[in-house]
């Protein structure tokens, strides 16, 4: 059993706009898109622009007199 694709919408264009285009950002408008796809792809770009964030996190932290990940510390509150 095939895909028919004959009445699926393909966005026909891809604009950029000028005046917001720089190294940093850039406003893109691709249209038409069948119902419910424009959430999916905004899902798709978002997820992929956020993995590449670079940033810096707390990975691990040791405490002296703490013997493992499940002790108590005395004053920690969750």
């Known amino acids: 059993m095939g895909i028919k694709w004959k009445d699926f919408q393909f966005p026909r264009r891809v604009i950029v706009e000028e005046g917001t285009y720089s190294s940093t950002y850039g ?5 038409p898109f ?9 899902n798709a770009f978002r997820r992929i622009l956020l ?27 969750e």
């Open 34 to 42: 069948e119902r419910g796809y424009g959430v999916t792809l905004g």
């Open 51 to 77: 993995s590449s964030i670079e940033g810096v996190a707390v990975t691990s932290v040791k405490f002296e007199g703490v013997s493992h990940e499940f002790s108590t510390i005395p004053g920690v509150l």
């Open 27 to 31: 406003k893109f408008i691709a249209s």
